[in-house]
T-cell receptor, first 111, second 111 residues
Framework: DAKTTQPPSMDCAEGRAANLPCNHSTISGNEYVYWYRQIHSQGPQYIIHGLKNNETNEMASLIITEDRKSSTLILPHATLRDTAVYYCIVRVAGRDDKIIFGKGTRLHILP | SQTIHQWPATLVQPVGSPLSLECTVEGTSNPNLYWYRQAAGRGLQLLFYSVGIGQISSEVPQNLSASRPQDRQFILSSKKLLLSDSGFYLC??????????FGEGSWLTVV
């Protein structure tokens, strides 16, 4: 079973920030939080990952709560091309292990 | 640079026919390799993963099998396809333990 829970869907107006939440209350101390997104009919695309500090790259920002039991992916200025299913997963980096995806959040960017 | 390829991209097969989907990775050695399936409107389901040649772990009982005859080759097979085997199949690998990369995907329609 997936170790994360996400809302099934969200709407966001174009040009606004999209904030996608993820709960991972059973996360272990050595597990990272990863975010991926999947645009229809394509393979998932890596977005960002982090351990406990907030992270930012050219695509998004990742905010992890101090207790690490939840996180938020932020797309600062959403565009129509950001419409996709967003997956949050937790795993131990560098470990030979299976990787389980949950059902993700379907993000609709509204024009 | 590391790349992952899978083929065929699309496949229409009759019920009861065999299946072979192939995935190869370039630019790395001893990768962890994964097969996922995504049924229409559903999330990513982990089918098999492999941490080395000849080492296959199955996640769900099903009509499919996987093999890893070479370090960078991962094959998904079936002897007799069922209608329920239809879906979008994705091969993936991990780069030294951190980021997961997905292939382009293979659409299988069983008729």
């Amino acid at each position: 079973d997936a170790k994360t829970t996400q809302p099934p869907s969200m709407d966001c107006a174009e040009g606004r920030a999209a904030n996608l939440p993820c709960n991972h209350s059973t996360i272990s101390g050595n597990e990272y939080v990863y975010w991926y997104r999947q645009i229809h009919s394509q393979g998932p695309q890596y977005i960002i990952h982090g351990l406990k500090n907030n992270e930012t790259n050219e695509m998004a920002s990742l905010i992890i709560t101090e207790d690490r039991k939840s996180s938020t992916l932020i797309l600062p200025h959403a565009t129509l091309r950001d419409t996709a299913v967003y997956y949050c997963i937790v795993r131990v980096a560098g470990r030979d292990d299976k990787i389980i995806f949950g059902k993700g959040t379907r993000l609709h960017i509204l024009p | 640079s590391q790349t992952i390829h899978q083929w065929p991209a699309t496949l229409v097969q009759p019920v009861g026919s065999p299946l072979s989907l192939e995935c190869t990775v370039e630019g790395t050695s001893n990768p962890n390799l994964y097969w996922y399936r995504q049924a229409a409107g559903r999330g990513l389901q982990l089918l098999f993963y492999s941490v080395g040649i000849g080492q296959i772990s199955s996640e769900v009982p099903q009509n499919l099998s996987a093999s890893r005859p070479q370090d960078r080759q991962f094959i998904l097979s079936s002897k007799k396809l069922l209608l329920s085997d239809s879906g979008f199949y994705l091969c993936a690998w991990i780069d030294g333990g951190n980021t997961i990369y997905f292939g382009e995907g293979s659409w299988l329609t069983v008729v």
